[in-house]
């Protein structure tokens, strides 16, 4: 039996959140010519085209072990070599506790159900309290996610279920 990590609350914690990424792949005749970003995306298409790039730009996605930028042509039989982590996103808020009431959790996604009266991401006048603060203390690998994983809002006043993705392919896709 495996044991699933658990966060304070007792749901599963993603054990496939991604830490780091290490590839490496020839490019085939198909994808020569084409721009490395551009061959990255369709290559690697869990994660996103700007993820790839600033992947390319930070020397993190290689060509014949050499950086490159990510307009650079392809030829065939080069080597593409990803050796990537996955770091904190700027865009995400410091962790807060707070209560959340999780409908669902599992690998890939969480589903929450969002009350009335609170607000889903920090701007102009909530700078925290959201419920991406509170998504973060849940989850802390979801600060490797833009916005910690959160596929779309709702507004202030407005209830509902949210979608959360938990791995950077589920938030691509």
């Not at 084409?34 to 369709?42: E, F, G, K, L």
């Not at 995400?92 to 999780?102: F, G, L, R, S, T």
């Not at 102009?124 to 916005?147: A, M, V």
């Amino acid at each position: 039996m495996r044991l699933r990590r658990r966060n304070a609350d007792g749901w599963p914690m993603s054990p496939g959140a991604e830490q780091r990424v290490r590839q490496r792949v020839v490019v085939t005749t198909d994808q020569a010519d084409r721009r490395v970003d551009q061959a990255a995306a369709s290559i690697w298409s869990d994660y996103s085209r700007s993820r790839l790039a600033d992947w390319i730009r930070g020397g993190q996605l290689r060509v014949n072990d050499q950086v490159v930028k990510p307009n650079y042509r392809l030829s065939t039989g080069e080597h593409l070599e990803l050796n990537a982590e996955f770091s904190r996103h700027d865009s995400n808020p410091e962790p807060q506790a707070m209560a959340i009431d999780v409908l669902h959790a599992d690998d890939a996604l969480l589903v929450v159900n969002k009350p009335p009266g609170l607000v889903v991401h920090p701007g102009s006048g909530n700078l925290d309290g959201t419920l991406i603060n509170g998504l973060l203390h849940y989850d802390p690998r979801l600060e490797t996610l833009p916005r910690a994983g959160l596929v779309h809002r709702l507004d202030k006043d407005t209830s509902g279920c949210l979608i959360i993705a938990r791995t950077a392919s589920a938030h691509n896709h």
